[in-house]
């Protein structure tokens, strides 16, 4: 029955019901025939409403809102126009340099916001226009801009990888520290095609033109060397601090406590310049420190606590949605209908969580109870080249499932099948987790129900339009052109997945930052421990454990 069931599944998904409905009404459907069949026991489906209630009790979720909610109050604040005025100013002389600049503050607003929508959408309409305006390629501009807004899936905090977390019963942080490194290298994967385009057809990429660098001290020079300096000096003294005045000496705590004094330092250097009117940073230098403060502020107060190990992932996204708040109001952009907005969204998206893991609690109580998850285990634990066999398989048919399924699907119908196979396998289930992460995050990608795409087109012009800057009449962007700028992305993330599981170090390191325990001592310890007055000298008379036992019926 149970492979059955899973074409019936699919069959529905494809049919167009919704997920959550079509994954509960499947679970029961099948309870029925089986229990007239005779091959599920009814006493199964006691379980069920104690399994809700335990997806509903599950304190790891309640990260989702949290982490959705701050990511929406900082997109609707203005924190992601300031971040790509600034950011394409200071790349933007350089060929690429706005595409450069998108895949920066791609990876910025992945690690502030969280959600791929919001990230999409304001780069879409605040860069896009942009690149349009001053030559690039519209092929390279649509898919950079879909690219970098997908790096919320798998730079923390990213709500699936707390889902693959949840459903492979290991750490958030532990998820969120393994897969931080892969995301920063995707970034840089997208930066070098970038590169290689600008090389191979600079055409393709302009810089921009010198009347459109509008950040320049009185003399008309821009100074970026100025920033060089405060960066160096910030974090000299960063360094300096740790070393002589902590005891901390390596591993994510130095890193991130370094990163931190060197942000606080930089941002003290450039109050007093401009309260003191001292003159020595340049006008570009003193805005990016202020543009660039309160977004690595807010990462550095959710994913440092979290990676340090002061917070969990729940607390870490509770002070996110604070931190999120305050900055509004000190951008003064903190409304009333802000707040609407961002907890009516906030509401949906984790109401839409929430009915699709019960439904999938309900599939998968019917899947176990006619053992499902031995025939799956069975046929995955049996593919010929073992654990690398099983990763090659399993992530050619994630690809294949995301041309019609989403990340959440994709996250609660297969991840809690392929598990445990993969824990049989001897497979680290982060790094695992992590791979299944950058392999479903083409599924935003796919042409022709890729998400990112979706929101894209929704915010690229469709009809010809008027540029306001330079008064001329501008081509709209394709569906096609948008499709086609996708597909080198596509076969990037694709390498990415190579590449974790080639080096599986990428996401391992976050073993290091744990505490280790030495298996041997702990049985020394064990063995030296007695117990006074049970055998041995000292002991009850008479009373030996190491005899065998007796029984006296007399």
């Known amino acids: ?76 604040s203005g924190m992601a126009e300031d971040l790509l005025d600034t950011i394409g100013q200071l790349f933007g002389p350089i060929r690429g340099g706005l595409a450069y600049a998108v895949i920066f503050v791609g990876a910025l607003l992945a690690a502030t916001t969280g959600v791929v929508a919001a990230s999409v959408i304001s780069m879409g309409l605040i860069s896009l226009p942009i690149m349009l305006r001053y030559g690039y390629d519209r092929r390279l501009a649509t898919g950079v801009i879909a690219a970098s807004g997908t790096l919320a899936q798998i730079i923390p905090p990213s709500l699936v990888l707390i889902v693959l977390a949840d459903q492979l019963g290991r750490s958030v942080g532990d998820m969120y520290e393994g897969a931080f490194i892969p995301g920063l290298v995707l970034s840089a994967l997208y930066a070098g095609y970038v590169f290689l385009t600008t090389i191979i057809n600079p055409t393709r990429a302009p810089g921009l033109p010198p009347e459109a660098q509008t950040l320049r001290d009185a003399d008309g020079v821009t100074r970026r060397r100025s920033l060089l300096v405060v960066t160096i000096l910030a974090f000299a003294i960063a360094i300096a601090y740790m070393k002589y005045f902590t005891k901390v000496g390596g591993g994510a705590d130095f890193v991130i406590l370094t990163m931190s004094i ?21 006008r570009m230098t003193e805005q990016v420190i202020f543009v660039m403060v309160p977004p690595l502020a807010l990462i550095f107060l959710v994913l440092g606590t979290i990676f340090i190990g002061v917070a969990t992932p729940t607390e870490g996204g509770a002070m996110g949605a604070a931190g999120a708040i305050l900055l509004a109001l ?27 893991l019960v439904g999938a609690r309900v599939f998968s109580l019917t899947f176990y109870g006619v053992n499902g998850h031995i025939w799956v285990e069975h046929l995955l634990v049996g593919l010929p080249g073992g654990a690398t066999g099983f990763l090659i398989v399993v992530n050619v048919m994630v690809f294949l499932l ?18 445990p196979a993969a824990e049989k396998l001897g497979i680290d289930l982060i790094w695992f987790g992590v791979i299944l992460g950058v392999n479903m995050q083409t599924s935003f990608m796919h042409p022709p129900f890729g998400f990112a795409l979706f929101f894209l087109r929704s915010v690229a012009p469709k009809n010809p339009y008027r540029d306001k800057i330079t008064g001329k009449m501008m081509e709209p962007v ?70 065998p036992p007796t029984l006296n019926l007399q």
């Not at 310049?273 to 003159?279: D, Q």
Request: proline fraction near 4%; charged fraction near 10%.
């Open 330 to 356: 000190g951008k003064k952009r903190l409304t009333f209908d802000l707040l609407r907005q961002a907890t009516e969204s906030t509401a949906k998206l984790s109401a839409f969580v929430l009915f699709i």
């Open 262 to 282: 060197a942000v606080a330092v930089s941002f003290v250097i450039a109050l007093i310049n401009r309260f003191l009117k001292l003159n020595l940073l340049s």
């Open 478 to 547: 394709t569906t096609g052109q948008i499709y086609w700028g996708a597909v080198p992305f596509v076969v990037i993330q694709c390498i990415m997945v190579a590449l974790v599981i080639a080096f599986p170090k990428m996401v391992t390191h976050y073993k290091s930052s744990g505490i280790q325990l030495d298996q041997q001592q702990i049985n020394k310890q064990l063995d030296s421990i007695s117990i006074p007055g049970l055998g041995g000298s000292g002991g009850l008379p008479g009373l030996d454990l190491n005899a």
């Open 402 to 419: 995301a041309f019609f399924l989403d990340f959440f699907e994709l996250a609660f119908i297969i991840v809690p099948l392929l598990g």
């Open 1 to 76: 029955m149970a492979p059955v069931m899973f074409v019936a599944l699919v069959l529905f998904l494809l049919l167009g019901y919704p997920v959550a409905f079509a994954l509960a009404a499947n679970g029961l459907f099948f309870a029925l025939i089986g229990i007239e069949l005779g091959m599920f026991q009814e006493n199964f489906l006691q379980a069920l409403p104690e399994r809700i209630y335990g997806t509903m009790n599950n304190d790891v979720l309640l990260a989702i809102p949290f982490f959705t909610f701050m990511g929406l109050v900082l997109e609707r």
